[in-house]
């Protein structure tokens, strides 16, 4: 079945014969109902009456004539009841051949052959046959049009058992068969968009109707008719041209006095003629033999004498949001029939959304809304989110129509008063004339602290609430937009897992009847720190109520080590209650690689004078012992722990003095207190031990020296 047929049909078929045999052309149209294939031969010919003749086409046998009789056993399916020769052949030296009921798919090469009884060739001929498909069908439409007739008539009788398909551009539109009329449903885009008529086949009219027009709708159409065999009885295209209409773009903000809907011409007009502005099939203004008929309440203008300006602009005043959409002004001669048409589509916009920020506990905030339009009979209505703002706590100022100020007074503010109002402005029926929308951020006033200094095994994240809530509310705590803890009812469930994959947070039992929505963060890492809210929200998703603490997890104290040169080796202390897994730790001496342990692998960076125990570090110990001390090896040493991601874990840092051999000396340690003025120590220690070591907290000062006795 050749479905998929150009449509302009030009067959070319290559035959290679010896030059003995003539090749003849036989061009016919689609609509004919046969065509002749023509073979005479001449009277010198001598043809005896036992004589073969067959005609084939490629492989298939078209028609046979033998022992003077038409073998039509012998045809291929395709041929039978199809083809017809003269009774006498030989006598008349005639073995043309009629090919009836013809279809697109006979177009090719055709061999005639005449044997003698030995089975050898006498004569032959080729004919080409080239079925040519009809013109294509030119349609033009312009958009907005309610639909459009791709024309399709036929004149001879058809079977009832064809099928009948109509395409646009390769994609089924519609079907026909046995009694069937369906429309394709591919996608939306067709969608009951496509008719024909009913018993098409009897009234031999395969038109089509498209509907709801598109610009995507141009292209070629075709229509094809199979026989119940699938072979193809009839072809038509027709190409679809969905022209737009001359449309200009005009956009105004709400508010403004009026606008232009410009429409200029170059040629005169008659006198006589009709001009119609209209607006989605009402019209808005009439211009006829100088009378002005303003349609929409006196609110339209078109220009004096319009004809000998040629200027059939319209101007719209005091403009409502109702008025967006495409305005179309035609012109008709006196006997009703359209000479010009152009179409402007306004956009009336509303102006920019306001802001309007202010703090939680504030008695009252104002929503501005103010307009110079005058407008009586009208409803005015304020939403929240497309809900009715709550009655008792909203307030609009007296007499708004006369002042024109629609602006509303918010008060005892919440939360969750936080989002988009708009108050729209509806006539007497039910009409919108003006909108406006306010976006109101209603912010928290104060912003906890909570401060830890990493190590410790938790913290308390507040929030203690005054008013209890119904059992249906769900609680969400987020760091950082990321949910570490759910608490609803049946659902108390930890978002944050250590690498022992052990819940490391926790609410109380029962948080909503204690009022107690604190969160327990276990397991403090530095990458903790930052910022943690806490929201609860109704069982249809609205926010109710919300609180935000900022953790501070801090470095803990630093650790002092003091040691004197010449010793073997000193030990940085650094030892953790955590389980350590799949981690990296890195020492650094003021900045400078000393030592990394990765992976049960231990890399020394200064000539292997560093070393960490493998052993010791599951158990959480990641002290460094550094050997052969150096005057230089003073300084701060940071052991910084890393995940396997690459985020900071833990950290701590250990001061090192090592100070020169002098084993008479009285090492004197003095703490002073930043915060007393007179700077009396508040400790001193004296050792004549190589090495002290002590840990010192903020605020403090340390001084170190050494005398010989």
């Known amino acids: 079945m050749m479905e998929d047929q150009p449509h302009s049909l030009t067959s070319v078929c290559l035959i290679v014969l010896s030059s003995d045999y003539p090749v003849e052309m036989v061009e016919v149209e689609q609509e004919e109902k046969s065509v002749l294939l023509p073979f005479k031969v001449t009277e010198e010919d001598d043809i005896s009456q036992d004589v073969k003749v067959e005609w084939k086409r490629q492989n298939m046998i078209v028609h046979v004539y033998q022992n003077n009789e038409h073998q039509h056993l012998l045809q291929d399916q395709d041929y039978r009841d199809r083809t017809e020769m003269n009774e006498d052949p030989h006598r008349t030296k005639d073995f043309s051949l009629k090919l009836k009921d013809l279809q697109l798919s006979d177009h090719g090469g055709y061999t005639c052959t005449v044997y003698n009884k030995d089975g050898y060739i006498l004569l032959q001929k080729v004919v080409l046959l080239n079925i040519t498909v009809l013109q294509v069908e030119m349609v033009e439409v312009t958009q907005g049009e309610k ?93 679809l041209s969905v022209r737009v209409l001359q449309v200009e773009m005009v956009e105004v903000t709400q508010g403004e006095k009026s606008v232009l809907l410009p429409f200029r011409i170059k040629d005169d007009l008659p006198v006589d003629v009709t001009l119609l502005w209209r607006h989605e099939n009402v019209t808005v203004h009439t211009y006829q033999r100088d009378q002005y008929q303003p349609d929409i309440q006196g609110r339209t ?62 008695q009252s905030v104002l929503l501005p809304f103010t307009t110079d339009i005058k407008i009586q009979d009208v409803t005015a209505e304020w939403k929240h989110e497309d809900r009715k703002v709550p009655q008792g706590r909203a307030e609009m100022k007296k007499d708004p129509l006369r002042t024109g100020d629609f602006s509303l007074t918010l008060k005892d503010l919440h939360l969750t008063d936080s989002g988009v109002y708009t108050c729209t402005v509806y006539n007497k029926d039910g009409h919108m004339l003006l909108q406006k929308s306010v976006t109101l951020s209603v912010k928290e006033y104060q912003l906890e602290m909570v401060e830890v200094t990493q190590g410790k095994e938790f913290v308390l994240l507040p929030f203690k609430i005054k008013e209890g809530f119904t059992q249906d509310v769900k609680v969400e705590w987020k760091h950082k937009n990321k949910m570490v803890h759910e608490y609803q009812i049946g659902k108390d469930q930890c978002h944050l897992k250590g690498q022992d994959q052990k819940q490391r947070t926790e609410m109380k039992k029962d948080p909503l009847n204690t009022k107690d929505l604190s969160l327990t963060l276990k397991d403090l890492h530095l990458t903790d720190s930052g910022v943690y809210t806490c929201t609860v929200y109704n069982k249809d998703g609205h926010m109710l109520l919300r609180k935000s603490v900022t953790l501070s997890v801090r470095v803990p104290e630093v650790q002092m080590v003091e040691t004197v040169k010449g010793v073997q080796s000193v030990l940085l202390p650094f030892t953790t209650d955590i389980k350590l897994q799949d981690v990296t730790a890195e020492w650094k001496h003021e900045d400078r690689k000393v030592h990394i342990y990765q992976r049960d692998q231990n890399q020394s960076y200064i000539q292997r004078r560093t070393e960490v125990k493998n052993e010791q570090i599951k158990n959480g110990d990641l002290s460094l012992t550094l050997k052969d001390l150096h005057l230089t090896d003073s300084g701060v040493y940071t052991c910084t722990v890393y995940n396997k991601d690459g985020h900071m874990l833990l950290q701590k840092s250990v001061t090192l003095s090592v100070r020169g051999e002098c084993y008479s000396c009285l090492s004197t340690l003095q703490i002073l207190s930043e915060k007393d003025p007179i700077k009396q120590p508040v400790m001193q220690v004296k050792s004549k031990s190589n090495q002290i070591t002590f840990i010192v907290t903020s605020h403090v000062q340390v001084h170190w020296y050494s005398t010989c006795e």
């Open 301 to 362: 203008e078109m220009n004096k004498d319009p004809l000998t300006t040629k200027d059939l602009s319209l101007t719209l005043k005091d403009l409502h949001l109702t008025d967006s959409g495409v305005y179309t002004c035609t012109v008709y001669n006196k006997d009703g029939h359209m000479l010009l048409q152009k179409s402007v589509t306004l956009s009336v916009r509303v102006p920019e959304v306001q802001m309007v920020e202010t703090v939680k506990g504030v």
């Open 147 to 239: 639909s459009v007739l791709l024309p399709f008539r036929i004149k001879d009788d058809l079977s009832l058992d064809v099928t009948l398909l109509w395409r646009h551009e390769k994609v089924t539109v519609h079907a026909y068969q046995r009694g069937q009329n369906q429309s394709v449903l591919i996608g939306q885009d067709y969608e009951g968009r496509t008719e024909m008529k009913k018993d098409p086949l009897n009234n031999k009219d395969f038109s089509l109707t498209l509907k709801d027009l598109r610009l995507t709708d141009r292209g070629v159409y075709t229509c094809t008719v199979h026989n119940k065999d699938g072979h193809m009885l009839l072809q038509k295209a027709v190409t």
